[in-house]
């Protein structure tokens, strides 16, 4: 069964740390880039970061650039999301979601739609 499963998050204090992982079952991740998303209640999902399938293309959005770092490790089907500075804006669902693509292609596009494999979330809470 083709599964993208999240994990790591938590209740956190503002200026913490967090450290999200994603982990593909069924199908190996190395062809595949894999985006970070994060969506709040009553607003759209927003992407935050993504990585290509051989980690040698990161991206970053505005909102996290400086604060994240996206890597992954293709041997165990994994990648993760590493977050400091972590302020209460930042609560939210976070997913991972991958997609298959030209290598060229990777991370061009981070709308929702363009990537096939979800996750099914995890809960990042930034307390003041």
């Known amino acids: 069964q083709v599964q993208l499963v999240e994990s790591g998050g938590g209740l956190v204090q503002a200026g913490g740390s967090l450290r999200l992982t994603c982990a593909g079952t069924?199908?190996?991740?190395?062809?595949?880039?894999i985006g970070w998303f994060r969506q709040v209640p009553g607003k759209e999902r927003e992407a935050i970061s993504c990585?290509?399938?051989?980690?040698?293309?990161?991206i970053y959005t505005d909102s996290v650039k400086g604060r994240v770092t996206i890597s992954r490790n293709n041997s165990m089907n994994t990648v993760y999301l590493q977050m400091s500075s972590l302020k209460p804006e930042d609560t939210a669902v976070y997913y991972c979601?991958?997609?298959?693509?030209?290598?060229?292609?990777?991370?061009?596009?981070?709308?929702?739609?363009?990537?096939?494999?979800w996750g099914q979330g995890t809960q990042v809470t930034v307390s003041s």
């Open positions: 069924g199908f190996p991740l190395k062809y595949y880039a």
């Open positions: 990585i290509g399938s051989d980690g040698t293309k990161t």
């Open positions: 979601a991958a997609v298959r693509a030209p290598k060229e292609f990777e991370c061009s596009n981070l709308q929702d739609h363009a990537f096939g494999f």
